[in-house]
């Protein structure tokens, strides 16, 4: 089997933004949006950007004389970020890796990043690459998913798959909810050089379109529907629909609140 975990490709983006933004990232977006301290003409880098919605909340925030560089691994979704997001003067656009980001020393006051160091394979020499484009006393801004555990939607598909698929379950899952300890963050802040380092917890509840709605997102709008195709598994209404009833007999049906428990960190270069 291949590892996806980071391959937002194909189909993917449109179903992530359509059926996932709205319940998952909306909210999150607008929050860490609003911690960003403005100052004049300053330069702002967004990893992970994904399908610009972030970036939206950011250009809404930023001056006239601000400049965005919004960043992601995924072509397809810089691709379609382009064609969401209205021309902007301030804006640009780019595929790039965290890892390696193609950016001179200090060259930005701020890194912003949602949900996406949990992707990052080495996330202390990405936290050491974001500590270098940043000028001193830089803002970084993050957050991160708290356990499985505390994020009821997503123990209900990794629950799922894993009992279709007793022998090799997908694990996709697994890893965007495996970085969300504060315990473990701070240390790596320190350790690649960020001082001022600070977590909080973050409670938020949302309803979803429907549950089939949310569903159809929590299936094909990540790198999971990549992991169904590796074992075969071509036609994913049944999982749609399976997932679907399991988060409206626990979150409801009409309304249907999904609880999401999150991390958001802040820190200074």
Not at 84 to 110: G, H, K, N, Y
Not at 208 to 217: D, K, T, V, Y
Request: aromatic fraction near 8%; hydrophobic fraction near 45%.
């Amino acid at each position: 089997m291949q590892s996806h975990d980071a391959h937002f490709v194909g189909s993917i983006p449109v179903a992530y933004d359509q059926h996932l933004g709205p319940v998952l990232f909306q909210v999150h977006a607008k929050d860490i949006a609003a911690r960003l301290e403005i100052t004049p003409g300053m330069r702002v880098l967004e990893v992970a950007a994904g399908t610009g919605i972030v970036t939206r909340r950011l250009l809404e925030r930023l001056p006239a004389d601000a400049k965005l560089v919004a960043t992601d691994l995924n072509p397809p979704m810089v691709d379609y970020a382009r064609e969401a997001l209205p021309a902007d003067p301030r804006l640009e656009l780019r595929t790039a890796d965290a890892q390696v980001l193609p950016f001179a020393d200090a060259s930005f006051d701020a890194y912003v990043c949602q949900f996406g160091i949990m992707f990052f394979p080495d996330k202390a020499l990405a936290l050491r690459e974001a500590k270098r484009v940043l000028k001193p006393g830089g803002q970084l801004l993050f957050n991160v998913w708290r356990p499985q555990s505390e994020n009821r939607f997503a123990a209900t598909v990794q629950g799922l798959v894993t009992k279709h698929f007793a022998e090799n379950p997908p694990h996709f899952y697994k890893v965007p909810f495996s970085w969300g300890d504060p315990a473990v963050i701070l240390p790596a802040l320190q350790d690649s050089g960020f001082h001022d380092g600070a977590c909080m917890t973050l409670t938020n509840t949302v309803e979803p379109e429907s549950p089939e709605h949310f569903a159809r997102g929590l299936i094909l709008g990540n790198p999971l529907s990549l992991e169904l195709a590796d074992r075969g598994i071509t036609d994913t209404d049944a999982f749609v629909a399976q997932v679907a009833g399991t988060i409206a007999a626990a979150c409801g049906r009409n309304p249907c609140r999904i609880e999401m428990n999150t991390v958001m960190v802040r820190a200074r270069a």
